[in-house]
């Protein structure tokens, strides 16, 4: 019924009692603002095909025995009224009697398509981070830690106590997106079967750090070679601001393919962002086993898959914050 | 259900339980005084707005509004708090908001700084004196945030908290609020979810003197005598960043789209009510379809499309400075200043 009905139903039910919703318009929107939706008990089928005097026939019957009146009905459901009496009778042209005679032909019960009801859209594409926890892994990726929290009274205590003066004012470490990010998306050949997911990524990590406060850039390969699409020179962000890299890292794409990136093109960028307090994650879309060896510790690499849950990324992030500046 | 209860002349039937909502305009030049003003007297109610209201007051859920900045989405709550006689709290979310900011404070500051220059003689402090009611506390029970949370039989009473927007209530219902908590998609994704427990259970705990704050209980007789809810929190949101589904589970959810030009002349019509400036229909409308077009122009490049509050100072300045749409240099200064602000006045035909 809905992806809300948890926290919904309760709250519908009370409101369709309290303010007593007279018509469907007002009851539908009740349900939508409490993120449901009322669904006819009984769907009005689509009028039968027309196909013949037999069936048209028993269609007749059929209505006037259990439903006296029909065109009444008909008419409270707004249904075009058929000019069946106007649709002239074909007949078989000679020769092709025997045919229609067939069984096939003379019970012409076949449902005609229609494509709103026979054809099914194509199933969703899944992204590589489980929809589910995918706010939140970004959201523990992208967050940079900062002296600006509560004022730390245990150190103000500890400092006077020691008769040293609270200056500046020890303030606890507090988690933040405030910097924003750059999310660098590498668009070289090996990426190409991501591209989609990349271009989602990169939309949901706007919504998530915020509009205005992401820098969203394109590479091929590696980023230090120049940025797309004019191949400038890579500009790192403000100081703090995280990176964040969509890539393969070199492990995609044929074998003999030259253009790949290599380990220490990666090692070079970390150690400039981490000169100027950036820390770098770089997600890659596959398995820990591929990654090169050159960087496995030495960088922050993500699995872009969907086994990747929020705990990893809040784990990667204690495991790699010692090592990163902040 | 009575016939009187429902709601003749508008298009959705239900049982109305909230009184009829009126328009109060300042006299004279006071409406120019703050453009962007919360008094709450002018606010053209929809018929679907209204609803979303009465649903949030009664299921007890905040009203979580979306919509395009200049969409009238923060000027709805202080026109409920008027119409209702309901008390108004706001709270306006930055990037370093946090949870708590909406609940409590804790002066860590002047406590240092008091145990620095007390003396022996003087009596031990309390932390209660240190703690500083945010809206949703004043909300919830105004009472207990005017004490600081301290025991009503406490014998000591410290200094009392200084009660925010304290004119603007005068003589509204003590134990009745409407709370704005603006542009929540400013704060970290952290927020929403620390604001869960205190959104859903109307209650949180001082974590510095342990004290919990709650809604004060009515019985079931007070609820049968006036069922509807005693605290209408509404939530604005201009979508620059998700919230988390469990915060949205939690809301009545509603929309404001961007008001149509005949809407726009409605609203002109009624902000100038009253003051010292004409309404002049022609130019009102010409200035709607301005604005319209500027939105479509906007959208289409991705920029942020010119709202209520944009067309209601070109409106304003126009009537003012008798400055009429067309060719002229001063016009399109004017509507660069305040429709299509991502242009200078000499780079586009648009506003011609």
């Known amino acids: 019924?809905?992806?809300?009905?948890?926290?919904?139903?309760?709250?519908?039910?009370?409101?369709?009692?309290?303010?007593?919703?007279?018509?469907?318009?007002?009851?539908?929107?009740?349900?939508?603002?409490?993120?449901?939706?009322?669904?006819?008990?009984?769907?009005?089928?689509?009028?039968?095909?027309?196909?013949?005097?037999?069936?048209?026939?028993?269609?007749?019957?059929?209505?006037?025995?259990?439903?006296?009146?029909?065109?009444?009905?008909?008419?409270?459901?707004?249904?075009?009224?058929?000019?069946?009496?106007?649709?002239?009778?074909?007949?078989?042209?000679?020769?092709?009697?025997?045919?229609?005679?067939?069984?096939?032909?003379?019970?012409?019960?076949?449902?005609?398509?229609?494509?709103?009801?026979?054809?099914?859209?194509?199933?969703?594409?899944?992204?590589?981070?489980?929809?589910?926890?995918?706010?939140?892994?970004?959201?523990?990726?992208?967050?940079?830690?900062?002296?600006?929290?509560?004022?730390?009274?245990?150190?103000?205590?500890?400092?006077?106590?020691?008769?040293?003066?609270?200056?500046?004012?020890?303030?606890?470490?507090r988690s933040s997106l405030r910097r924003g990010a750059q999310l660098l998306v590498d668009v070289g050949e090996a990426m190409q079967p991501f591209a989609r997911d990349a271009w989602d990524l990169a939309d949901q990590v706007e919504r998530i750090a915020g509009l205005g406060n992401v820098s969203v850039q394109s590479f091929w390969d590696a980023p230090r070679r120049g940025m797309a699409p004019t191949l400038g020179p890579y500009l790192p962000p403000p100081a703090g601001c995280p990176v964040l890299v969509l890539s393969d890292v070199g492990i995609g794409g044929p074998p003999l393919r030259v253009e790949r990136s290599r380990p220490w093109e990666w090692l070079r960028l970390q150690a400039l962002l981490r000169a100027r307090g950036s820390p770098l994650i770089v997600v890659v879309p596959y398995r820990q086993a591929r990654w090169p060896a050159a960087l496995r510790q030495r960088l922050m690499l993500v699995e872009w898959d969907r086994t990747t849950t929020a705990a990893r990324a809040h784990a990667l992030q204690r495991t790699w914050r010692g090592r990163q500046p902040r | 259900m009575t016939a009187s209860k429902q709601n003749p002349g508008t298009r959705l039937k239900y049982h109305r339980r909230l009184p009829t909502m009126t328009n109060d305009p300042p006299a004279g030049t006071a409406a120019l005084d703050a453009p962007d003003r919360r008094d709450g007297r002018v606010y053209l109610l929809s018929d679907e707005l209204r609803l979303a209201v009465e649903v949030a007051l009664t299921t007890g859920r905040p009203l979580l509004l979306r919509g395009a900045p200049g969409s009238g989405k923060s000027s709805l709550a202080a026109f409920i708090a008027r119409n209702l006689g309901y008390r108004y709290y706001e709270h306006t979310v930055t990037a370093a908001t946090r949870a708590q900011d909406l609940l409590w404070r804790f002066d860590t500051v002047r406590r240092l700084?008091?145990?620095?220059?007390?003396?022996?003689?003087?009596?031990?402090?309390?932390?209660?004196?240190?703690?500083?009611?945010?809206?949703?506390?004043?909300?919830?029970?105004?009472?207990?945030?005017?004490?600081?949370?301290?025991?009503?039989?406490?014998?000591?009473?410290?200094?009392?908290?200084?009660?925010?927007?304290?004119?603007?209530?005068?003589?509204?219902?003590?134990?009745?609020?409407?709370?704005?908590?603006?542009?929540?998609?400013?704060?970290?994704?952290?927020?929403?979810?620390?604001?869960?427990?205190?959104?859903?259970?109307?209650?949180?705990?001082?974590?510095?003197t342990g004290a919990r704050i709650k809604r004060p209980i009515r019985t079931a007789q007070q609820v049968a005598a006036d069922p509807v809810g005693q605290v209408f929190i509404v939530i604005t949101t201009n979508e620059e960043r998700d919230l988390p589904p469990a915060f949205i589970r939690r809301c009545v959810v509603f929309k404001l789209d961007q008001p149509n030009v005949g809407r726009l002349v409605q609203i002109a019509r009624l902000h100038l009510r009253g003051t010292d400036l004409a309404f002049n229909i022609n130019l009102c409308r010409r200035l709607a379809e301005r604005t319209s077009t500027l939105q479509e122009q906007a959208e289409k490049e991705g920029l942020r499309p010119p709202g209520v509050a944009e067309y209601l100072d070109a409106v304003r300045a126009c009537t003012t400075l008798e400055i009429n749409p067309g060719d002229s240099l001063a016009w399109r200064i004017l509507a660069h200043a305040t429709l299509a602000k991502w242009q200078s006045h000499d780079e586009d035909e648009q506003v011609k």
């Open chain 1, 1 to 173: 019924m809905t992806n809300r009905a948890d926290a919904g139903l309760g709250d519908l039910a009370r409101c369709l009692h309290d303010l007593e919703p007279a018509d469907e318009q007002s009851a539908g929107l009740i349900a939508g603002m409490l993120g449901l939706r009322l669904e006819t008990a009984e769907p009005v089928l689509p009028p039968g095909p027309a196909s013949g005097t037999g069936s048209r026939a028993r269609g007749r019957d059929r209505s006037s025995e259990d439903q006296p009146d029909a065109a009444s009905s008909r008419e409270q459901r707004s249904e075009p009224a058929v000019a069946e009496a106007s649709l002239p009778r074909l007949a078989p042209a000679e020769g092709q009697r025997r045919s229609l005679t067939a069984p096939w032909r003379a019970e012409p019960e076949l449902e005609p398509f229609d494509p709103a009801r026979h054809l099914r859209p194509p199933p969703r594409r899944l992204p590589l981070f489980d929809e589910r926890w995918a706010r939140e892994l970004l959201t523990a990726l992208l967050a940079t830690q900062a002296r600006d929290g509560p004022v730390d009274e245990q150190a103000v205590v500890d400092r006077i106590a020691r008769g040293q003066p609270p200056a500046p004012l020890p303030r606890l470490v």
């Open chain 2, 113 to 208: 700084s008091d145990a620095q220059v007390r003396t022996a003689e003087d009596p031990p402090l309390r932390e209660v004196d240190y703690v500083e009611p945010g809206v949703l506390w004043w909300a919830f029970n105004r009472d207990s945030a005017s004490r600081r949370g301290a025991a009503e039989e406490d014998d000591q009473p410290g200094k009392p908290a200084t009660e925010p927007d304290a004119e603007l209530n005068v003589g509204r219902l003590p134990d009745r609020a409407v709370v704005l908590i603006d542009e929540i998609d400013k704060a970290d994704p952290d927020v929403p979810n620390g604001l869960l427990e205190p959104l859903s259970l109307a209650s949180f705990v001082i974590t510095e």
